[in-house]
């Protein structure tokens, strides 16, 4: 079924990217903070926040004057890292996720004159 959702995406990405007239390209680069928690009985179980890099590449589709569709695949790198001590032994544990995102945002652009301001949300 994901897949079929990523294909369809991509799909009306390129056919979107076609026919629009100021159909841009980019890429994004930057970092991510994570950490995940168990859901044990001992809150000292959770880990501590772990930073990873992200980085992918966009497309935005303007759909009219004022919005734009913005389909993106970003490589992201998540984790907990945790340190504990039980008996004088001092054990280090790392979590490292590697995933890739698909994200698909509708954005709003509004074009001022002092300047230019958006806003998107999606899945």
Known sequence: ?????????IFFAVHF???????????TAGTAIANY??????PGDNG???IGLTGGLLIDIPIGKTFSFQPAVNFVQKGTKDEQTM????????LNVNSIEVPMNLLFNSHGNSGNFFIGAGP
Do not use: P
Request: aromatic content about 8%.
């Open 17 to 27: 990217a076609g026919r629009a007239q100021n159909t841009r390209f980019g890429f």
């Open 1 to 9: 079924m994901k897949k079929l959702f990523i294909l369809t995406a």
């Open 87 to 94: 008996g004088g032994v001092t054990e280090k544990v790392s």
């Open 37 to 42: 928690h168990s859901n044990g009985t001992d």
């Open 48 to 50: 501590n926040s772990k």
